[in-house]
T-cell receptor, first 107, second 118 residues
Framework: DAKTTQPPSMDCAEGRAANLPCNHS???????VYWYRQIHSQGPQYIIH???NNETNEMASLIITEDRKSSTLILPHATLRDTAVYYC????????FGKGTRLHILP | GAVVSQHPSRVICKSGTSVKIECRSL??????MFWYRQFPKQSLMLMAT?????????EQGVEKDKFLINHASLTLSTLTVTSAHPEDSSFYIC??????????????FGPGTRLTVT
């Protein structure tokens, strides 16, 4: 079973920051938090991952709370092409997908 | 970034026939590959873990005699759906694990294969 909880859907206006929350209260000390997204009819695309420090790359930022029980993925300037299902995953040996958050970018 | 390919991208077959899907890691060697299945409006479900040179490990509820997995080389894993039925119609996605060092690895996903059984 997935170890994360995400809202089923969110809306964000184009050009604004999209903040996607994720709860992972049972995370273990050596488990990483990964984010993937899946655009319709495509394979999952890696976005970012982190252990306990905040991370940033060209796609997004990942903010992990100090107790590591939750995290937020931030897309700084959402575009219509960011419309997808976003999966927050606590990676053990295998990647198990939960239901994710369906992000709608509104023009 | 690392690239994983799948072939074919789409396939239509008749009920009762078998169909093979290939998954290749194009620029790295993958000792472990994974096969997922996704039904419409649902999340990806892990079917099995494929290790090079050994038998695949299937998740609970997945019929190993129906979904044959072969991982004969470090860059190729195949999934054969035997005696396919319309309920096997789905989006099949493979994933390959790439070692990044001792006890560290990343996992990359293929573009998926849409199987339609008529």
């Amino acid at each position: 079973d997935a170890k994360t909880t995400q809202p089923p859907s969110m809306d964000c206006a184009e050009g604004r920051a999209a903040n996607l929350p994720c709860n992972h209260s049972t995370i273990s000390g050596n488990e990483y938090v990964y984010w993937y997204r899946q655009i319709h009819s495509q394979g999952p695309q890696y976005i970012i991952h982190g252990l306990k420090n905040n991370e940033t790359n060209e796609m997004a930022s990942l903010i992990i709370t100090e107790d590591r029980k939750s995290s937020t993925l931030i897309l700084p300037h959402a575009t219509l092409r960011d419309t997808a299902v976003y999966y927050c995953i606590v990676r053990d040996d295998k990647i198990i997908f939960g239901k994710g958050t369906r992000l709608h970018i509104l023009p | 970034g690392a690239v994983v390919s799948q072939h074919p991208s789409r396939v239509i077959c008749k009920s009762g026939t078998s169909v093979k899907i290939e998954c290749r890691s194009l620029d790295f060697q993958a000792t472990t590959m994974f096969w997922y299945r996704q039904f419409p409006k649902q999340s990806l479900m892990l079917m099995a873990t494929s290790n090079e040179g050994s038998k695949a490990t299937y998740e609970q509820g997945v019929e190993k005699d129906k979904f044959l997995i072969n991982h004969a080389s470090l860059t190729l894993s195949t999934l054969t759906v035997t005696s396919a039925h319309p309920e096997d119609s789905s989006f099949y996605i493979c994933s390959a694990r790439r070692s990044m060092g001792v006890f560290t690895y990343e996992q990359y996903f293929g573009p998926g294969t849409r199987l339609t059984v008529t």
